[in-house]
């Protein structure tokens, strides 16, 4: 029927709906409203902002303003109830059994419930700070209820709290401008309580009101205006619905920095993705970094220096102003335990957050020698919570699997039940690289196998567009499906997310790039059922329109171009954008060209907005410029390698291996040959090895002992071939999907293994038509040498694996800028 919204089982894509048959609740009629929206007199804020949007939004697409009454019209009008009322008891719908934003949707002839689980929430129990001016008072406060507590000062663990409150000054008059001139009778607010809402109010009816105008064609893809689908209908009409949502992860959280600075485009577009904060699960002590409050404070370092590390023969207090903890010290875990239990009993935490500070230092006193920062940070974690348990049974405790102890110890059988774990920053824009996947999959099942069921986190940072103090972003971190296939096989196992976001005061640094990772993320956090080409394809659709597949196309190059094998933030830490100057152009290419097809429309002007927020073509080319001028200045002091021409390796000169960190002799010494036979590069690796009988090979190849090998040729940077002692082999270049169709032969002996490789090496034009196999290039020569590395990982029982490299970075070996000169006599 033309011009009318019906809903069906064939809606478009978003969480499975069961519609039952039957007459129709209308709405709107011709572009009159039939409705009217019911809240209850007395009400949480977060209905009054369900009943408002609603209204909004129906009035957008039809025209319609519907009434917001609280006490509903007698006749045979449609009645619309959002939120909890005398209303929706007598029709016997509740929120009953609904938390972490669920919701219900219930539609029968004449009327509609919108409902879920509804609270303000309420500071006044905690010594909580309103604004900057009233941290002294809420500090005051605590330090009142803590005295005697403790023989020093614990932190203020709340004294950012007034961060969560978004009420600017002009509050009533924004979204009065915004909502309509009744908005101040409808926003009813407590006396003495500010006027605005908490980033913590629970909005159960919100999100059925989202779930309705979703289901009804609207989109929220990019905050304000311009990121919004409404589709012009002249009557909307709703069938006959009985349906629970629930999402897949009860934790859907984006860390901001300073929620009350953001416009009120930026809040709200969060809550119409259906994103909450930590809060209802966790607290306001959820992480990351809890433990620093027990160790800031100069009280407490003057009083218990022996709570601090040794480092270099003196007690760290003074790291970042908060100290380094000695995990040994049995004084610090019972200090942490009084605070923690204080937390529980004053103010009925649910949880409290014991990660420790950032940049940890592993402690050098006698009890902490020779333990890893694993074993010392979750031995501590697990000591406390078991004795937490003990007081407090139905309380977690958290803690984060970060850096040095983002592994679980093998001292460690199985946690506390009641320890929870924060898996962290594991570069979800690397999610779609085989061997990234591999070891990340492997991590969480590390974890599984020692956690309980239920208490798995992440915390999953996305700042990649505020890294370099704000430099242009010359190519865009999008990962998409990166982040789908992570949420996906994390359904059942992790209760949700939170993580820092590409942020800068109190804006996203840019908007039209980041959304498209983050409303899938959204869609995802809800239902990791979905399908990510088909969430893709109806965002592309509806969003760009004539430019739809261009768009897609795009976005899939993005992701697949990203340097999934970087490591040149040094410490084997990668920068995904740092993709070679054709990568960055091409992207471009496809998104002018995309724009092209747009042309003058709603859907250009989205895609213009994208291009709007990269670094202008002129300034990434000389960036580039100045980058290889850099590059080839570090390599004109590059080690050389010379190999030789011909079959015979025994004439090649034999190199050999360093250790990577120190550049000092390895404890196994590793050394290799190379020559040019038949357009093919060999290699001959050696691996002395006096443990043989403990060498680890493992299938995935990169977890256990193995060489690997990085060809930078005339024609391409970069290849790389990891091959372990059995001979399996992993290759990228550096990407997924190339294969080299090396030769591989692997061998073992008494005290080594050796590994031989002869790689096919084709012609630009044979590359072109193939670029999925073989190396590009020609033979290197002195006058046109390839670049390369050469490493080892002796991994066997070591405590910390062994890396060696022929040309050292101290850091990972993806790190091309360090590579050596190869060379063929």
């Not at 934790?251 to 300073?258: A, C, E």
């Not at 990568?583 to 994208?610: F, P, T, W």
């Not at 403990?694 to 990085?710: A, C, E, T, W, Y």
């Amino acid at each position: 029927m033309n011009g009318i919204i019906a809903l069906t089982l064939t809606a478009l894509l978003v969480p499975p709906w069961a519609a039952l048959h039957g007459a129709e609740t209308v709405l709107v009629e011709k572009g009159a409203p039939r409705a009217e929206i019911v809240v209850a007199e007395k009400r949480p804020r977060m209905v009054t902002l369900a009943a408002i949007e609603l209204r909004e939004f129906v009035q957008k697409m039809s025209g319609a303003r519907l009434p917001i009454v609280t006490t509903p019209t007698p006749g045979d009008r449609p009645k619309v109830y959002v939120g909890q009322s005398a209303g929706t008891d007598r029709l016997g719908v509740t929120a009953e059994g609904l938390g972490a934003g669920a919701y219900r949707i219930v539609s029968r002839p004449g009327w509609l419930v919108l409902i879920g689980k509804d609270r303000d929430f309420d500071c006044s129990r905690m010594p909580w700070p309103l604004s900057r001016k009233d941290v002294p008072r809420a500090a005051a406060e605590w330090a009142k209820a803590t005295a005697g507590k403790t023989d020093a000062a614990w932190g203020f663990p709340f004294a950012s709290g007034f961060k969560a409150l978004w009420s600017p000054k002009d509050f009533t008059e924004q979204m009065t401008a915004r909502y309509g001139e009744d908005f101040p009778t409808l926003w009813k607010t407590e006396p003495g309580t500010p006027a605005g809402f908490w980033l913590h109010d629970e909005g159960g009816s919100l999100n059925a009101v989202y779930g309705l105008l979703r289901r009804l064609g609207v989109r929220w893809f990019m905050p304000g205006e311009l990121g919004q689908v409404v589709p012009k209908k002249e009557t909307i009409a709703v069938g006959a619905l009985d349906e629970t949502i629930r999402p897949d992860f009860p934790l859907r959280d984006w860390h901001w920095y300073n929620f009350s600075g953001f416009s009120y485009d930026d809040v709200i577009w969060a809550r119409r993705l259906g994103m909450n904060s930590c809060h209802e699960l966790l607290g306001p002590i959820a992480g990351p970094h809890g433990l620093v409050h027990v160790l800031s404070e100069p009280a407490m370092q003057k009083a218990h220096p022996e709570y601090y590390a040794l480092i270099g023969g003196k007690r760290d207090t003074t790291h970042r102003e908060r100290g380094t903890p000695c995990f040994s010290s049995a004084g610090l875990e019972a200090e942490t335990l009084r605070y923690i239990r204080f937390l529980f009993d004053a103010y009925d935490l649910p949880s409290v957050d014991i990660w420790p500070v950032d940049g940890l230092r592993v402690c050098q006193c006698e009890k902490c020698a020779g333990k890893s920062a694993s074993e010392l940070v979750w031995g501590f974690a697990n000591r406390v919570a078991r004795q937490i348990s003990q007081t407090h049974p139905t309380k977690r405790i958290t803690c984060g699997a970060y850096t040095s102890y983002a592994e679980p110890p093998d001292s460690i059988q199985r946690f506390s039940p009641n320890l929870a774990v924060w898996i962290a920053n594991c570069g979800r824009p690397m999610m779609l690289d085989p061997e990234h996947w591999t070891r990340y999959m492997d991590r969480i099942e590390r974890w599984r196998d020692k956690i309980a069921p239920g208490n798995i986190l992440r915390l999953e940072n996305n700042r990649y567009h505020i890294w370099g103090q704000g430099e242009p972003i010359s190519y865009p971190v999008l990962h998409p499906r990166g982040v789908a296939r992570d949420l996906k096989a994390l359904r059942g196992i992790s209760l949700g997310d939170t993580g820092e976001q590409s942020q800068v005061g109190g804006k996203w640094r840019a908007p039209a790039l980041e959304h498209i990772t983050l409303y899938v993320q959204s869609r995802f956090l809800w239902d990791a059922g979905l399908d990510v080409e088909q969430v893709l394809e109806e965002y592309c659709t509806l969003f760009y329109g004539p430019a739809a597949q261009a768009m897609k196309d795009a976005i899939t190059y993005a992701e697949q171009g990203l340097a999934f094998k970087d490591q040149s933030r040094g410490r084997g830490r990668g920068n995904p954008a740092n993709v070679p100057l054709a990568v960055c152009l091409r992207l471009r290419e496809r998104l002018e060209s995309a724009r092209d097809i747009a042309g003058d429309s709603i859907y250009g002007k989205r895609i213009e907005a994208i291009l709007a927020e990269l670094q202008p073509k002129a300034e990434l080319i000389e960036k580039y410029r100045t980058k290889g001028a850099a590059l080839a200045r570090a390599r004109a002091k590059a080690p050389v390698a010379t190999g030789a021409a011909g079959p015979d390796l025994a004439k090649a000169v034999e190199h050999s291996l360093k250790d990577n960190m120190t550049g000092g002799e390895p404890a196994a010494r590793t050394t290799f040959r190379f020559a040019w036979y038949d357009s093919a590069i060999v290699f001959d690796i050696l691996c002395h090895e006096p443990d043989m009988k403990d060498l680890k090979v493992s299938r995935d190849v990169h977890s256990g002992d193995h060489v690997i090998l990085l060809l930078e040729t005339s024609s391409h940077s970069y290849y790389y071939l990891a091959v372990n002692p059995s001979g399996a082999i992993v290759e990228g270049n550096p990407g997924p999907g190339w294969r080299s169709l090396a030769e591989v032969a692997a061998e073992r002996g008494h005290a080594s293994w050796r590994v031989r490789l002869r790689i096919p090496v084709v012609r630009d034009a044979e590359a072109q038509s193939d670029p999925r196999h073989r190396l590009a290039g020609q033979k290197p020569t002195p006058q046109a040498p390839w670049y390369f590395n050469v490493g080892r990982l002796r991994v066997l029982g070591l405590q910390k694996p062994e890396e060696q490299a022929y040309s050292r970075t101290g850091a990972g070996w993806h790190l091309p800028e360090r590579f050596a000169k190869l060379q063929i006599e």
